[in-house]
């Protein structure tokens, strides 16, 4: 089977990494990708895209991007911001360490979200983990300074090394833990997994850090 481009339908909603290619010249430069200067948070591996929803209705002072490697959740999500023509809100399918890597302007990032990243629980998937010190120090380079870092997860072993490796992090800063909060409404979590996740009883390891100045 020919491998089809993917469908256009929900542009700018969604977009891949080629299109950032061909059609922005490979870089996301935030005022001409968003069409104004507002500060930018990236939501790391944001799924079908709750938090950036949710952000982009209570923010609309702020711009938000999802990146997603799984294209079928990351259209889901863009679905619902085209739905509602959220001028603030964009997702991006493509590996986040690509984007990471050459498509973004140094110390140009307000906030990194990665909210539940996947564990890879067996021994010899480990390295597929996103959240490593190569990324930690990425992100150092795309925030900017007094920018923070976010990430949440369930798994204790997972935020163990998440946090060792932050606190250890010389460009960055550990904050104080975000408190948890009661949901207002059924839908009133960060993000669809920590929905699932505190419905089910689990709990939630939150860490906070702040980008160091240059
Ligand atoms: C466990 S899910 C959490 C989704 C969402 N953050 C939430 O809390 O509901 C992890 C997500 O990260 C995505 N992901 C994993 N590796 C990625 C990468 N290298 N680049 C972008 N997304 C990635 C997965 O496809 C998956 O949707």
Known sequence: MPKLPPPTDLKPYFLVLDDIDQEYGGRLDWPVFFGNDKPVEIDVGCGRGLFVFSASENRPDTNFLGIEIDYREGRRGARRLQKQER??????GGDVNIAFTRMIEPHSVDAIHVYFPDPWWKRRHRRRRVFTDQFATLCAGLLKPGGHLHSWTD???????ISSLMNHHELFAACPAPEER???????????????????GWQIHRGLWQRKPL
């Open 182 to 200: 009661g949901p207002e409404h059924d839908m009133d979590y960060q993000t669809s997994f920590e929905r699932k996740k505190r419905q089910a």
């Open 155 to 161: 798994v204790e072993e997972y935020f163990g090394v």
């Open 87 to 92: 001028p603030n809100a964009r997702i991006i």
